[in-house]
């Protein structure tokens, strides 16, 4: 028997709240993509082997299903450069022993499993319905403060899901390897948070009162300019201030050409959304203006993981 796991990866706009001055933290806004994909196949196997990047973090995590068979890594994103590689490499490797042993299992419990979602829900919600989502964070009095979800025991949190429009399309910087391992994003959230009251409501109110109802009303350029707000303000803001000169240099290109950029997660990779009928275009002039960076095209993926 052979079981195949295709998951998407995903943006990170923004944290909401790490002020926690309302009883709740976090909080998260984002969407899945089509590509970059974490793709991996589990065959029968006496014991449980794995075969694929990342081997340290990933065994000890699948060791304690206590389920046999060997899973294999075909693709996944590069770590650490904002497309939620952690999160949809840990719940594709769990999905698939899982399906392979027979045993069905949802999206939130293979989070709760592998230990993921304890920041933003946004990769968790990408992996089980794709789409635009927005999470509402956890408890204050159960997560004591901002922590990324590698350091977080929390599970993951309630959240909204919105389709996102098809014909918009995502230009992409892709990085070879991140900036930030999880040592260092745990130094950062001590050294940043907590965050003023005042530009957590900012952020809040950007998310609500701009990229919500540009994506309900399919309305381009309101959502760009959401996305360029988002960039000044909160932990987006000091996520941005973190990067090097190189990765601060593609996101200003990519705004004077696409008329929008943003930072995911921590970073390095930036990203601008674009009419898909222009989307060539722009990124073959970003290609021309930028060296040693990928770029490419992608839409968003408003289904989620699929097993085969």
């Known amino acids: 028997m052979r079981v195949k796991v295709s998951a ?46 990342r081997a340290d973090e990933v065994v000890p995590k699948l060791k304690r299903l206590g389920l046999k068979g060997k899973v294999r890594v075909i693709e996944t994103p590069p770590p650490h450069a904002g497309f939620g590689s952690t999160t949809s490499l840990l719940l594709s490797s769990a999905k698939a022993l899982f399906e392979l042993n027979g045993i069905p299992v949802t999206s939130r419990e293979l989070a709760v499993f592998m230990g993921r979602g304890g920041t933003s829900g946004v990769g968790v919600a990408a992996f089980e319905g794709g789409g635009f989502i927005v999470d509402f964070g956890h408890d204050a009095e159960l997560k004591r403060r901002p922590l990324p979800s590698g350091a977080s025991l929390t599970t993951p949190p309630p959240y909204l899901r919105l389709e996102f429009p098809e014909e918009w399309a ?64 909160g932990f987006k803001r000091i996520e941005r201030e973190l990067q090097d ?45 930028i060296s040693d960076v990928e770029v490419r095209i992608t839409t968003a993926d408003n289904v989620g993981a699929r097993v085969f």
């Open 8 to 53: 998407p990866s995903r943006l990170h706009f923004a944290l909401v709240d790490l002020s926690g001055d309302l009883g709740r933290l976090d909080g998260g806004a984002g969407v899945a993509l089509k590509f970059p994909r974490t793709v991996v196949v589990a065959e029968e196997n006496d014991e449980l082997a794995y075969e694929g990047p």
């Open 170 to 233: 995502f230009v992409i910087s892709i990085p070879h390897k991140g900036v930030y391992d999880e040592r260092r994003e745990v130094s950062e959230f001590l050294k940043h948070t907590p965050i003023p009251p005042e530009e957590s409501a900012l952020t809040a109110r950007i998310i609500l009162m701009m990229i919500i109802p540009s994506i309900l009303e399919k309305d381009l350029e309101l959502f760009k300019r959401g996305i360029n707000e988002l960039q000044k303000v």
């Open 245 to 289: 000169e190189k990765t601060k240099e593609v996101c200003r290109t990519f705004r004077e050409v696409a008329g929008s950029a943003g930072l995911s997660s921590m970073g390095p990779a930036c990203f601008a959304v674009v009419h898909v009928t222009e989307s060539r275009v722009i990124m073959e002039e970003l290609e021309s203006k």
